[in-house]
């Protein structure tokens, strides 16, 4: 059964870090890009970052102003999200996807809501 | 910055049909398809149309996706409407760097 499980998440002050992991099964995980969503508590949809397949591209949205970085390690199946300078607006529910061979975001995860709180 | 704006809420009776619009800020509607994502409360996005107008295996052929160039808009249509299908949805494309962008989303009840 193909699988995306996020964790990592949880309270944190703000200016703290915290890195975020999506542990993937059941599909061959080194051959798709994969991509890191968030959704703020009644908010819509926002994209974060990309990471191509053998990490060779990788991106994040420019709202991000650089505080947060995707990385994968394709012998763990493993996504990362390491963010930096937690800022109050970034409490969300932050999820994991993947087009996995499809022309959509086709796989997703659970999600795994961080807060930022003082 | 390339945005994509949908109505904030839709409703319409069971049984009925509706259309969910979603308008491209700058540029052509047409450059770049367009992904449909259902959400429900507490659960990840499904896709429910991709390319504009396909349907992902499973998907009913009550839901069905268009571009219109005129208005610069893809629209995403329900028929026969259940309350199953009370849910948000979102439309998806790309910005000009070739980056996933979202709508703002809609909340459709069925009421």
């Known amino acids: 059964q193909v699988h995306l499980v996020e964790s990592g998440g949880g309270v944190v002050q703000p200016g703290r870090s915290l890195r975020l992991s999506c542990a993937a099964s059941g599909f061959t995980f080194s051959s798709y890009a994969m991509h890191w969503v968030r959704q703020a508590p009644g908010k819509g949809l926002e994209w974060v970052a990309i990471?191509?397949?053998?990490?060779?591209?990788?991106y994040s949205a420019d709202s991000l102003k650089g505080r947060f970085t995707i990385s994968r390690d394709n012998s763990k199946n493993t996504l990362y999200l390491q963010m930096n300078s937690l800022r109050l607006d970034d409490t969300a529910v932050y999820y994991c996807?993947?087009?996995?061979?499809?022309?959509?975001?086709?796989?997703w995860g659970q999600g795994t809501l961080v807060t930022v709180s003082s | 910055n390339f945005m994509l704006t949908q109505p904030h809420s839709v409703s319409e009776s069971p049984g009925k049909t509706v259309t969910i619009s979603c308008t491209a800020s700058?540029?052509?509607?047409?450059?770049?398809?367009v992904v449909w994502y259902q959400q429900r409360p507490g659960s990840a996005p499904t896709a429910v149309i991709y390319?504009?107008?396909?349907?992902p295996s499973g998907v009913p052929d009550r839901f069905s996706g268009s571009i219109d160039r005129s208005t610069n808009s893809a629209s995403l249509t329900i028929s026969g409407l259940t309350t199953e299908d009370e849910a948000d949805y979102y439309c998806?494309?790309?910005?000009?760097?070739?980056?996933?962008?979202f709508g703002g989303g809609t909340k459709l009840t069925v009421l």
């Open positions: 998806q494309s790309y910005d000009a760097n070739s980056h996933v962008l």
């Open positions: 700058s540029g052509s509607i047409a450059s770049n398809y």
């Open positions: 996807a993947s087009p996995a061979g499809a022309r959509y975001l086709h796989l």
């Open positions: 390319e504009d107008n396909r349907r």
């Open positions: 990471i191509s397949s053998d990490r060779s591209y990788k």
